[in-house]
């Protein structure tokens, strides 16, 4: 009898399992799952803007280094060493300092920026082409907002009023570190002690 109620649990609890009954990650589980992600390429694409391609290194859920790609060119940013190297014309590109509390680093979301001031809410899940999302609703501005994330801790699109965007991710975990260094035989212009000549000229006219 012992035996037999042993088993008719473990079918339950499998069934369970399998169809998703016992719910949705949490923010904190889906976070937990960000973390482990070393590197991923991915596709952003949003209504009425250009089509942005970005690689993406990570450590323990903090991004390192970036590389996005549009139409217009590349920009490197190295969040380690605080610089930032854009694509000029020609085969040349500029480097400058890097603050990121002052340049945004472009659409880049975590499941941490669905908590705190955003409010973030799960409130079920879906499926986005084959990956199973959380869907969680959030606040920004006082606009209701909708986030699907992936059981791997990425986010697949975001939609808050009329702006919509989507996620299209591959190479997770397998981005080698050379796609991330500026391209061999493209001269590198720094521009870092002309950029920092020019804030020390901006802050003594500014007394």
Do not use: H
């Amino acid at each position: 009898m012992k035996n037999a109620k042993l088993l008719i649990t473990l079918v339950c609890c499998s069934t369970l399992l399998l169809f998703g009954c016992l719910g949705p990650k949490s923010l904190e589980d889906l976070g937990k799952e960000y973390a482990k992600i070393k590197s991923y390429e991915v596709k952003i694409e949003a209504k009425d803007a250009p089509q942005v391609n970005q690689i993406v290194k990570m450590k323990e859920g903090k991004i390192q280094k970036m590389k996005m790609t549009t139409n217009m060119g590349w920009n490197i940013l190295d969040l380690e060493k605080k610089v930032t190297y854009a694509k000029m014309p020609g085969n040349s590109c500029m480097k400058m300092p890097y603050d990121a509390e002052k340049q945004p680093m472009g659409p880049s979301f975590s499941p941490a920026d669905f908590k705190g001031d955003s409010k973030g809410k799960v409130v079920g899940t879906e499926k986005i082409g084959e990956v199973e999302c959380v869907v969680v609703e959030f606040e920004d501005e006082g606009k209701k907002g909708k986030c699907w994330i992936g059981n791997d801790g990425l986010v697949r699109k975001v939609e808050n009023g009329e702006n919509k965007v989507s996620f299209t991710y591959s190479k997770i975990n397998a981005v080698p570190d050379k796609d991330f260094e500026v391209p061999k035989g493209v001269k590198i212009r720094d521009m870092t002690k002309l950029m920092e000549g020019m804030k020390n000229l901006k802050n003594f006219m500014g007394r």
